[in-house]
């Protein structure tokens, strides 16, 4: 094996899945990764690491708490496990190391942490603002802001009828990434929104709320290095591109979808990723099992998509882009799987398997950079 390292989390017993808690991997000499120690831990279903330190953090989905490890030969915990959103599945670090950012897919929440020169967490979570279905109260949840759209996109801020179409239905805040102006944006899967936060003295307070049309249900977002975010829908299966405009307002500027051959019935989207010159996008689809690769141009504005390759497992939960490689996290299949990008920046077959336990997440070294 090579000396790049990187680490995995899963759903164990908790959840009746067979996975052993957070495993550290390495490399084959095919770039394909290998399993090494394990370190048991109730369900980490998603794991983000410290921009500076040897230190990462765990969401423990269904015992609704987060844990700091330090990143060793294997992950060792340290500092107590703080209590977080019911059913906690995804964190950000900010780039200052500061605050932890926890979403919770039970209860909406967003929580931030503080965290300490060496990465402890150091207390608990203030207490969040309550989520509010901006479809059916679009003028009560901040600053609401539209923009063009696909053909079912419904402008709020012009259309109040919109309060008497949603039914009541629960917030499920599911991803977070910070702004380059120090705003935290959230999605919320649930109430097919965008919240922006402010940072405060004691965690976050909300700033603004950006609705996307209804029913199309955003997980997961990445910030393009111009300054646009784009967002995948898990229930349309869309990408959705969203721009600053005047007075710290946002608006979608495009919409597509997000594969090239059409989703089909059964399929949920999940993660989304973007290689480092910004001129691809990778999304997971789960269902008809493929990663689909999209061309960005027009300075971040322009998104299309171009192939759709199979993902070489079951359920593709998760995936982490490293050089020329996508390591893929199948959570049904039990394997991690390595595809490499051939010249066009597409996934080709895979290279090789890791066998690991319902994997949910793989996350690089907060120590190493790897190859």
């Known amino acids: 094996m090579s000396g790049a390292r990187f680490w995995s989390g899963s759903y164990t017993k908790d959840s009746n899945a067979p996975g052993a808690g957070i495993t550290a991997l390495g490399s084959r000499s095919d770039g394909s990764l290998v399993p090494g120690a394990e370190t048991a831990a109730d369900s980490p279903s998603f794991l983000a690491a410290h921009p500076t330190l040897p230190v990462f953090y765990a969401a423990l989905e269904f015992s609704g708490r987060v844990q700091a490890y330090h990143a060793g030969e294997r992950a060792v915990r340290f500092g107590p496990a703080r209590a977080s959103a019911d059913s906690v599945c995804h964190l950000t670090v900010t780039a200052d190391g500061a605050l932890l950012i926890a979403t919770g897919y039970g209860d909406g929440r967003v929580l931030a942490y503080p965290l300490g020169a060496d990465g402890a967490i150091l207390a608990d979570a203030a207490d969040p603002v309550a989520s509010i279905d901006p479809h059916r109260n679009p003028f009560t949840d901040g600053e609401l802001t539209g923009g063009p759209g696909p053909s079912s996109f419904t402008d709020l801020t012009l259309a109040s009828h919109v309060a008497e179409a949603a039914p009541a239905r629960p917030s499920h805040a599911h991803a977070s990434v910070e702004l380059a102006d120090g705003r935290i944006l959230s999605t919320d899967l649930g109430h097919d929104a965008l919240r922006f936060w402010k940072r405060t003295g004691s965690g976050l307070a909300l700033d603004r709320t950006l609705a996307l049309p209804l029913g199309v249900g955003p997980r997961h977002l990445i910030a393009h290095p111009s300054g646009h975010v784009h967002v995948v829908t898990e229930r349309s299966i869309e990408i959705f591109t969203i721009a600053p405009a005047d007075a710290g307002n946002w608006r979608v500027v495009a919409a597509v979808s997000a594969t090239a051959d059409g989703a089909e019935e059964q399929d949920a989207a999940a993660e989304l990723s973007q290689n480092s010159a910004g001129d691809r996008l990778y999304a997971g689809i789960r269902g008809s099992d493929r990663i689909s690769t999209l061309e960005v141009s027009g300075n971040g504005q ?37 595809l490499r990008l051939d010249a066009r920046g597409v996934p080709g077959r895979p290279v090789g398997h890791a066998d690991v336990g319902a994997p949910t997440c793989v996350l690089a070294d907060p120590s190493a950079t790897p190859a």
């Open 302 to 338: 322009t998104v299309r998509p171009i192939a759709d390759t199979e993902s070489g497992g079951r359920w593709p939960r998760h995936h982490l882009l490293a050089g020329d490689l996508l390591h893929v996290a199948h959570e049904h299949s039990h394997q991690i799987t390595t």
